[in-house]
């Protein structure tokens, strides 16, 4: 999906968004009112340049227009297998990306996720994941690993995994199910301004996805595992 046919649909009032070697940053309308626009086109993974570059520009907004809201439009296949990366450590990088996002949530400002492509792995835990709310477009591709790689590192046949992805979502790709386990708020069919508007309106702080997927069907313990943890009970399954 062309992240400008994407952009011209969301925001028909009309935006300013620049992109530089897969990076996108601008502004937007929507509603009347001027939000902030990060994130990634060409299925790029994330490499120090880009999580920084996308940390840069919300810590920009959060100096220059506060409560300006924040949309993070994702397409990304994950972080950056590189050794040069590794060795400079990406998951310092990634994470310094994610406590900005988590910064401006607490300075104030709405923040939605769109994963209008492909969201993979840590690229995706660290930024649609972090928004108040994720959503997605019905042909994006949305996993966490794929299942051979997944077979590969767990030692689970194959065969078996993909007996799983049929009942579970947790093995299964797709927005569906990441819809299931409450980790993808809604998937926008229709008009999506008027789906960007609304999500925008309804954004909160509180993180509801453990609720949305027992409520789903996709998550059946995370809910009840984690209030038996704050209130030193015994978990009770639904």
Not at 151 to 160: D, M, Q
């Amino acid at each position: 999906m062309n992240w400008q046919t994407v952009a011209d649909a969301l925001f028909p009032q009309g935006h300013r968004i620049a992109e530089r070697e897969n990076f996108l940053s601008g502004d937007a309308q929507v509603a009347g009112q001027t939000v902030a626009i990060i994130g990634t086109s060409g299925h790029t993974p994330i490499g120090v340049e880009i999580a920084l570059a996308q940390a840069a520009a919300i810590l920009d907004t959060v100096r220059a227009h506060p409560g300006r809201p924040i949309v993070i439009l994702v397409d990304t296949v994950g972080q950056r297998l590189r050794r040069r990366d590794e060795m400079l450590g990406i998951n310092s990088y990634m994470a310094h990306l994610g406590k900005c996002i988590e910064l401006a949530r607490r300075r104030g400002h709405r923040i939605v996720g769109l994963v209008y492509d492909q969201a993979l792995s840590g690229g995706f835990i660290t930024s649609g994941l972090m928004a108040d709310a994720c959503y997605a477009l019905p042909g994006a591709t949305i996993r966490v690993m794929g299942l051979p790689a997944m077979a590969r590192i767990t030692k689970v046949p194959l065969e078996r995994l993909e007996e799983l992805a049929v009942d579970n979502p947790v093995f299964a790709p797709g927005p569906e199910n990441y819809l299931r386990m409450g980790g993808v708020a809604a998937i926008w069919h229709g008009e999506l301004a008027a789906a960007m508007a609304q999500a925008l309106r309804d954004a909160a702080p509180e993180d509801r996805r453990a609720e949305l997927g027992l409520e789903r069907g996709g998550r059946k313990l995370a809910r009840p595992v984690a209030a038996a943890v704050r209130t030193g009970s015994d978990v009770q399954a639904a």
